[in-house]
């Protein structure tokens, strides 16, 4: 019967994604939750290799980085269509997860070592982006071209000139279309073996060897699966923004904007990158909006906000808001019981 | 089943195992005893492929299983347990069954279903859904037993699963090693609690100083001079030998 | 030359010597940079991923106090280190210590928080500008042939060998050394025999980031100092300490250099650009084959 009222949870929370436009009209707002949703998606990426297989990545820009580039550059120097250049995108990203993975894991890097590693990796990428011009452009970045036929809209994935509907609630339908799959991934994944065993090499990766898990093969599956989902938000960001450079692929911003929504909302589990994404999002816009009107817009004061956030989970609320949300449950109804719940 | 042959492990300039040899028939119930330090983790470590032996070579039912790793032995059948417990913190008592489970079972409702039953067998029915984390050290010990057990192992390698535990629980513990046993798993046990050596063993080895020094039932090895010397200090099996003398010409009860 | 589709320019022997020279002076400011690194791993396990906004918060200190008072960066010093003392201990025994409840990669991510909260204050604060301190003898310096050294590189050298010898003096001569060295060796035996180890900690840390203090100070009339700057020096900082040995003063020396040099002539032979990612394959390669660096020692 629990079982039940789950599944009627999960619908009743996708539908009311899937109808929100119907409900929302203001522009500000479908901005705002596609922002979030992106936050989200970057963060179930992050959520998967960090919170499930307990490997703390500090440059999962890699992965975003990589699919966003492929899929620029693609389209920019080749003209290939968007919706074929994704799939390389994603498998590029999964390529650069099995590279660093392969060789961090083979090393047994764990803990700290494995979160400098990853932030070394990042930043070579972020100087190879730079430096060869002749494949990434460099440091000028890919501009691709807008599309102003609304016929073309749909094979360019472009949104900005197209039908109304589409014009409006195109993005955010990539986007939630993207947080779909992804969060499906991660539902689904709680639920195999799998996923039964790269929770248990991160709780203890000794004991779960010793139950006849390869920790090796299953580290990889994981920084593969949480590649390949970081990389599809690098896909939307380039259709959404039409330009990518070095700094933004690759620079620390996106890496750590990765792992705030997962650790802020709940490590490990499948709605915690989205709850703390929108709380994170929300903050943030309140914090902006309160600053801007008496010192005007200044950048980087929501994240003085987020470092806060991140130290305070970190510290006293370790499994962050849904871990919060569900101790709050778990009080409430084992006090319903009489109190005597072992 | 078992045949670890010669044996050895250096730290540096200490010999931690030398030259070890011991047999682990079908059915079986064996320890390992010896004093702290004697090695016998470190002989556990080596079988079960969690370091690697400088000399020697392990059999298990006649595969040659020296220098694999320990995921690849676990699914041969062989599963050693920890001397300091490694539960799966943040997971409840059935998931981290479970994760023993899955070595055999692919599907998620099978292992859970399967964890049910283990954790029956070793006492643990009434617990399912507690937090490992939460667990007193003999119910970590418990654990332990049971999620190994859940990987259906061939051989069962126990580090001190009695440690710590009160009497009772140690009764307990016994029967449960017991019951698996006639359920048709081979144990091999590294134990200080005497009463469960004891009780249990088919047959002893003991280690000193990272040698087998003794070997044979449990009632043999125990008078062995040379053990009582490895527990005792030099000269107290003559000291013991010589007060038994004593008490044998003496009073006659 | 071509390897690789580079072009490899070839170089007479004085460009490559005055490369090399030039690479030892930045890298005895690498190396007093990941001093105070190197000692708060070694006693505290903890991998300050803060250390870069500690250098960056002291530089602006020194500029404020250059802006403001025209207050020489060399004695800025002189209140620059007690400060940053005092803000390290601070830190470790009021944020760090409390929040981390002992485990590693927490503590990297709580003093990843740190140094986000205090490099976008910084830009709050004080705007992307980015600051200079202005000397009178910042063009002043030796001429060596091959190369033009300037006199706040021959100080900045000067003060890294200096302190890295002040700080060994400390840990060897004092009690509050031997404490923290006690401390790094075995926690709970320390406790036993009555050190608080919480105060140490903090000790240790607030020395760890005087001495990012003091670089800042050295640093100060060559570099400008900008809300980024800090993230910049971190990767080499930590390059720096894993290259040395984790925990070894004369690794973090021996360290900086080498990867002063590396990136000078990474810089001369791969260009400005691509030059810098000599840095992050060291960094790679160090953590993949000898992870316990040059002087390390192997601790289980």
Known sequence: MIQTKQYIGWIALIAAFVAMPLFISSGRWIEFIELTLFAAVMGQGWNILGGYGGQYSFGHALFFGTGAYIQALLQFKFGISPWIAMWFAVGGGVLVGVFVGYLSFRYGLRGSYFALITLAFAEAFHVLARSFISVTEGGRGVQLTLNRDPDQALSTFQFTFSGPFLQSYGYYYSILALLLIAFGVTWWMERTRFGAQLVAVRENEDAAQALGIDAFRTKMGAICLSAAITSSAGIYYVQKFLFIDPGIAYGPAKSIEALFAPIIGGLGTVLGPLVGAFFIQGLGEITKEGISLIWGSQPGVDLILFGMILIMVLGFAPKGIVGLIEAAWRKVTSDRKGGDNA | ?253 | MEILGLQIPFYSMDTVMGSVIGGVFLGAVYALVALGLTLIYGVLHIINFAHGALLMLSMYAVYFAWYYWGVDPYVAMLFIVPGGFVFGYGLQRGVIGKTSHGKDEIILLVTLGISIVIENLALFFFSADERSVQVPYDLDGIDLGVTYVVYPEIFALVGSLLFTLLLWIFMSRTDTGKAIRCVAKERQGARLVGINVEHIFAVTFGLGTALVAAAASLLAPTYSVHPQSGYLFVLIAFTVVVLGGMGSFVGALVGGFLIGITEQLGRLYLGESLGLITISVIFILILLFRPTGLFGQKSS
């Open chain 2, 1 to 253: 089943m078992l045949d670890v042959s010669g044996l050895s492990k250096s730290f540096g300039g200490l010999k931690a195992v030398s030259d070890a040899t011991v047999t682990v028939n079908e059915g079986e119930i064996v320890s390992l005893i010896g004093p702290n330090g004697a090695g016998k983790t470190t002989l556990f470590a080596m079988i079960s492929g969690f370091l690697q032996a400088d000399e020697g070579t392990v059999t298990l039912n006649n595969q040659d299983i020296t220098g694999w790793r320990p995921f690849k032995i676990c699914r041969l059948g062989l599963v050693r347990t920890f001397q300091v417990v490694q539960p799966f913190a943040n997971l409840s008592v059935r998931e981290n069954i479970a994760v023993g489970a899955h070595t055999r079972l692919r599907r998620r409702a099978a292992a859970l279903a399967k964890a049910g039953e283990v954790a029956d067998i070793v006492g643990m029915g009434g617990m399912l859904d507690t937090s490992a984390g939460s667990l007193t050290v003999a119910g970590r010990k418990r654990l332990e037993l049971a999620r190994a057990l859940a990987t259906e192992p061939k051989l069962l390698l126990l580090d001190e699963v009695m440690a710590g535990l009160n009497a009772t629980e140690i009764d307990e513990i016994i029967g449960v090693v017991q019951d698996i046993r006639s359920s048709g798993v081979t144990i091999m046990l590294i134990e200080h609690v005497m009463q469960a050596v004891m009780s249990l063993s088919d047959r002893t080895y003991v280690l000193n100083n990272g040698v087998i020094i003794a070997g044979g039932t449990p009632q043999e090895v125990t008078r062995s001079p040379e053990v009582i010397e490895a527990y005792l200090g030099h000269g107290a099996a003559k000291r013991i030998a010589a007060m038994e003398e004593k008490n044998a010409g003496g009073d006659h009860a």
